[in-house]
Each structure stands twice: as structure tokens, then as C-alpha cells.
């Protein structure tokens, strides 16, 4: 149900505030756009600087990510439990209105390129937890080593998206 709501969300690109839809020079913006009040999902907008990519990481929750603009690949990696090794998994190129599903007893590693060189590009993420503000990891692609780290947010204020006060003053 979740992927099916995301996938109609994201399939209409006239909702974002332009805040929280700009593209950094370099690199990515990671913007809280909600998270429920006791942190058990939040929902996210990442802006893409043209090739921009993240490192290889994983999420430690389940997630949702629906491409609002742009396109994005998603390349999964596979980790041996003795080794520590990682190896390639499949490669998802998403473009508007698709959705990825991000499942970690499934495995939930990847590293995420915006597809575009000229262009930035946004996509949605639902997760279950606040995203920004658990633990996770990070991993070195040639020996798999793990590294914790806690992402954060971009941006410093979410903004009350929902008030409507302004259209009755």
C-alpha cells in the first residue's frame, strides 16, 4: 500500500515547496519533510547535484524511495556474513513516478548516483524510523568494512507545510 501511495505522491510534481527542492552545487541535500512525533517514520526529499552519489551504506529500517524528477540508479551490494565482502547486486534505474522498495532482512545495501551529468535530480523517501537521526553504516566498497555514522538532515527548519491560517487573514 505504502509503494502504491508514494508511486501517485510522486507522480504529480506540483506539491514540493522550492525549499526543499533545491539541488546543491555538489553532492546532495538530505531535507526532513515529516517525521510522526514518537520518530517512527519519517519522510524525506533528497536534491541530487548533477552525477552526485552517496557512499555505500545501508538504513537499518525499511524505506520507500519514489523518484519525483530526474533519475537515479540504485546499486545494491550484497555483504558476505564471515567475510565482511561486498559484492554487486542488481542495479535499478529509477525515473519519475517509480518507486524502490528498501527492505533490510532482505538486504539493504546500496549506493545511490544521480543518473543525470547536466542536471540535478529529487526523489521521495518514506522510512520507518527518523532517518536522519539513527544509527547506521556506511561501508568501504573493497573490503566491506563497516564505518557508523548518523546522516542528519540538510536542512535546519522544517517548514509547517500543513498551515493554512494565511488563507483565512
Known amino acids: 500500500v505504502g509503494a502504491r501511495l508514494l508511486g ?3 507522480s504529480h510534481d506540483d506539491w514540493l515547496p522550492d525549499a526543499m527542492a533545491e539541488c546543491p552545487p ?10 510522526d512525533p514518537f520518530e ?8 541530487w ?11 537499518q529500517a525499511w524505506g520507500l524511495v519514489g523518484m519525483l524528477r530526474g533519475s537515479e540508479t540504485s546499486q545494491a551490494f550484497v ?17 519519475p ?21 547536466d542536471t540535478g535530480s529529487i526523489s521521495i523517501h518514506v522510512y520507518g524510523c527518523n532517518i536522519g537521526a539513527i544509527r547506521r553504516y556506511t561501508f568501504d566498497p573493497e573490503s566491506g568494512k563497516p564505518s557508523l555514522f548518523v546522516s542528519g538532515y540538510t536542512n535546519k527548519i ?11 487573514r
Not at 28 to 35: D, E, G, P, R
Not at 97 to 108: A, R
Open 97 to 117: 513516478g517509480d518507486v524502490e522498495k528498501l527492505q533490510p532482512d532482505l538486504g539493504d545495501i546500496h549506493q545511490v548516483t544521480n543518473a543525470l551529468v
Open 49 to 59: 547535484s548533477p552525477n552526485a552519489k552517496t557512499p555505500v551504506h545501508d538504513h
Open 158 to 168: 522544517v517548514p509547517n507545510l500543513w498551515d493554512r491560517s494565511a488563507e483565512v
Open 26 to 35: 555538489h553532492g546532495y541535500a538530505q531535507n526532513l519533510l515529516w517525521c
Open 79 to 95: 555483504r558476505d556474513e564471515k567475510t565482511g565482502l561486498l559484492s554487486l547486486g542488481p542495479c535499478v534505474t529509477l525515473s
Open 40 to 47: 517512527r517514520f519519517s519522510v524525506v526529499s533528497f536534491c
Open 8 to 10: 501517485e505522491l510522486v
